[in-house]
């Protein structure tokens, strides 16, 4: 198929292209379109074939569930069997923005668009773009991050084209996505609320209106083999580039010296602004040292731009793990597939 490119940067000057995007999702057809925190691949939540296409697109695991996108509380209603309390806290301090939250899946919401389970995860995003498609289209829009799985996730029109090209119906193109990675995810349907993946909301902002919220294992550590995970997305290797990724932790002279001793071809560092000139192999940075929200902007981008030079192993310094730190950290281990050297 020939995938349509939509051109919305402004909603009322671009409206005729956002009413050309809303058109196709309400016939059952795919949009990948920007958000706050990466571009999604959009699809109508209530038509389970053009959910059952999300998959195919994406060569996604079909145990994986998708997360719905809302414009207005009364959305919610319509997707959930109960709105908690705590629920309408949590939207009231963090909607519109980078967060999900996992609550009870109401009826009208197709089995398969949370592979099976009985609950279901709803976010209401912030970028402008969003926002008024799934108003003018009506519809709460399921969609994942718009890559192949296993990919880095996009947070351009070019790298969702890069992966998704003649496989889905349209794309925006859009303005870069703030965020750069994918929205908080939480749980609502577990006592006490459970933290499933690190994003945008920082765990210390979650602590404030939820003080016994808990940090799933599977944030920080692998989830073991063969045991259920409360977030099927976190069990697989994900937002890899083509590389061998190792996480090398320690302080930036030790970082150099053992970078320095174990170059072989091929060889890459992925480092803070500022440290590529201090190094003996080719180096690609991911933001300033201290300046987490710059990190999670660029990390994709940086993963993305090691493929492109051929990367064949590359040594990476490890985040910091408070603020949107942890974020960052959760997605390069898992770039890593948890490969962590001590040094
Ligand atoms: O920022 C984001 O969340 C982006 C943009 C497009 O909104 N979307 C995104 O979707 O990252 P995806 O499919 O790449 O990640 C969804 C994550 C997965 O880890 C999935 O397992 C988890 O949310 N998830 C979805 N529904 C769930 C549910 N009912 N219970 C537990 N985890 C769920
Ligand atoms: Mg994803």
Known sequence: MQT???TVFDVEKDKEALLRAAEILQNGGLV???TETVYGLAANTFDEKAVADIFAAKGRPQDNPLIVHVSDMEMVKDLVSELPEKAVICAEKFWPGPFTMVLPRGEKVPKSVSAGLDTVAVRMPSNPVAHELIKVSGLPLAAPSANLSGSPSPTTAEHV???LDG?????IVSDKCDVGLESTVISLCCEPPRLLRPGGVTLEQLKEILPDIVVDKAVLAQPEKGKPVASPGMKYKHYSPKARVIMLDGDFEKF????DDNAIDGTFALVYEGEEHELSVPCVSFGHKGDEAEQAAVLFDALRELDNL?????FARVPKKSGVGLAVYNRLIRAAAFEVISL
């Open 167 to 171: 496989r889905i119906d349209a794309v």
């Open 32 to 34: 990948g379109i920007p």
């Open 161 to 163: 084209l890069f992966d």
């Open 256 to 259: 150099k010296k053992y970078v």
């Open 4 to 6: 349509e490119r939509l």
């Open 310 to 314: 051929g990367c064949k192993v590359c």
